[in-house]
């Protein structure tokens, strides 16, 4: 079970880092959605079971932060969403507490719950890049080691996108 929970998060980590490379925010969401289905996968076989509904709200929330942008919803938009995914994870996390570890993964959900709901870019590749740190700490402490080279991996990844985004291009080409 822990060899299929590395090889699950290796494939979610490639599809994850195809996606922080890209310019629009749908763009990362939609390739991070994609990989969140794997990541679950990867914590359910770990026995991780904050780690997969962690992964599983991140996965629901991107999907209704897509919808909400698709439809240039106001930021107000992005409240319910947002207290949703985070009651939702408290509830679980008194369910499911086993140590103050678990407390790390409330600060990620936070993180990338307010985060993601803003439309600029720069914030986006923030947040993704504070949440790597946060899941490294974690998957380093569980024993996931896969997963935390992938976190370091994925943390490299954005930083280096977010370098190239923001002073290789002029402020007339950014795409934010």
């Not at 079970?1 to 629009?24: A, E, N, P, W």
């Amino acid at each position: 079970m822990y060899i299929t929970s590395q090889v699950l998060v290796f494939v979610g980590l490639i599809i994850d880092l195809i996606g922080r490379c890209l310019k629009h925010k749908n763009q990362i969401l939609f390739f991070n959605v994609t990989a969140s289905l794997f990541y679950v996968s990867s914590y359910l076989f770990l026995q991780s079971w904050l780690g997969a509904i962690a992964n599983g709200l991140n996965l629901i929330r991107n999907v209704w932060y897509m919808r909400l942008d698709e439809k240039e919803h106001k930021p107000v938009s992005y409240v319910l969403p947002a207290c949703l995914v985070i009651s939702i994870f408290v509830i679980s996390l008194i369910i499911f507490w086993q140590n103050a570890l678990d407390l790390v993964l409330l600060l990620s959900i936070l993180l990338v719950t307010i985060g993601f709901a803003f439309k600029n870019v720069l914030v986006v590749r923030l947040t993704i890049i504070a949440n790597s740190i946060v899941w490294a700490i974690y998957n380093f402490t569980i024993g996931g080691y896969v997963n935390f080279a992938c976190d370091i991996i994925g943390l490299i990844i954005t930083i280096i996108s977010l370098l190239y985004y923001r002073f290789k291009h002029t402020p007339e080409q950014r795409v934010e």
